[in-house]
C-alpha cells in the first residue's frame, strides 16, 4: 500500500522518548482507507434511516436509528490513536481513552488487519470481550514483532523462563 499525505505513519520513537516510555504510536482512520467501501457504508447507512422513517413515518425513531447505526460504527468513521510503551497499551478514540498494562495480556493472534491481545493462555470464547483487538496501519510487521516481546516477555518472567 502506498501512503497518502494526510495519513500518520507509525513511528518509532528512540533515545530520550523511548526512555520516558513511549515507544510505538500510530493513528488507524478505517474510513480513508478504502474510500469505495466508506462511500457503500455510508449509503447503507442512509437507506437504513430512510426505511424506518416510511415503515414508522416517526422523524423521531428515525433520528434515534441514525444516531444507534452511527455510533455502532465509530470505530469505522473516527480515528484510534494506539500508543505501545514498554509498561502499557494506551488506546483513545474519540470518546474515550484506555490504558492496559502488558500484564493483563498472556497470548496474542493477529489476522490481516490487526492483532487481538489476549488475558487467555488458549483460545477461549470470551477473548472477544476481554481482549484488546489492535489494529494496523501500514505497520504489520512491527506492531507484531512488537507485541509478542512484551506478552512472550511478561509470561516467561512470569514463568521462571528466560527469554
Request: one cysteine or more.
Amino acid at each position: 500500500m502506498t501512503e497518502r499525505p494526510d495519513e500518520k505513519p507509525a513511528t518509532t520513537e528512540s533515545g530520550s522518548a523511548q526512555e520516558s516510555g513511549s515507544v510505538l504510536e500510530w493513528t488507524c482512520h478505517p474510513v480513508r482507507r478504502r474510500p469505495l467501501v466508506s462511500a457503500l457504508v455510508t449509503l447503507f447507512l442512509i437507506l437504513v434511516v430512510v426505511m424506518v422513517y416510511f415503515s414508522v413515518m416517526s422523524m423521531l425513531l428515525s433520528a434515534l436509528a441514525a444516531v444507534v447505526m452511527f455510533a455502532s460504527l465509530a470505530k469505522f468513521y473516527f480515528p484510534t490513536t494506539y500508543h505501545l510503551t514498554n509498561e502499557r497499551v494506551t488506546v483513545k478514540t474519540m470518546t474515550h481513552t484506555l490504558h492496559k498494562d502488558w500484564s493483563v495480556y498472556r497470548s496474542c493472534y493477529p489476522d490481516k488487519n490487526g492483532i487481538l491481545l489476549s488475558p487467555f493462555l488458549a483460545p477461549s470464547r470470551l477473548e472477544n470481550f476481554r481482549g484488546l483487538y489492535v489494529m494496523f496501519w501500514n505497520n504489520r510487521d512491527e506492531v507484531i514483532r512488537f507485541v509478542r516481546a512484551h506478552i512472550g516477555g511478561a509470561n516467561a518472567r512470569n514463568q521462571g523462563v528466560e527469554v
